[in-house]
């Protein structure tokens, strides 16, 4: 049997290398989560197409539309 104080240094250690690499862990998906030029850049064409979308909704494009269309009906 392990003397009291050896078992203690024992884990101490394991306590010690699991800290390590919960440390480790974090840093890493740290870094992924502030990767935000990555993931817009990989999601660019969305974006580029809802803002458009966005732009058309809002300057009144789909009422406009729908006027001319109407008009050029009559």
């Known amino acids: 049997m392990a003397t009291p104080d050896k078992e203690i240094r024992r884990e101490l250690g394991a306590e010690r290398q699991e800290l390590t690499e919960a ?23 969305v974006i580029v197409a809802g803002a458009a979308g966005l732009g058309f909704v809002a300057a009144g494009g789909i009422r406009r539309t729908i006027r001319l269309v109407t008009w050029r009906g009559r």
């Open 23 to 45: 440390v480790t862990t974090l840093r890493t998906e740290i870094a992924s989560a502030k990767d935000i030029k990555g993931k817009l850049r990989s999601k660019l064409p």
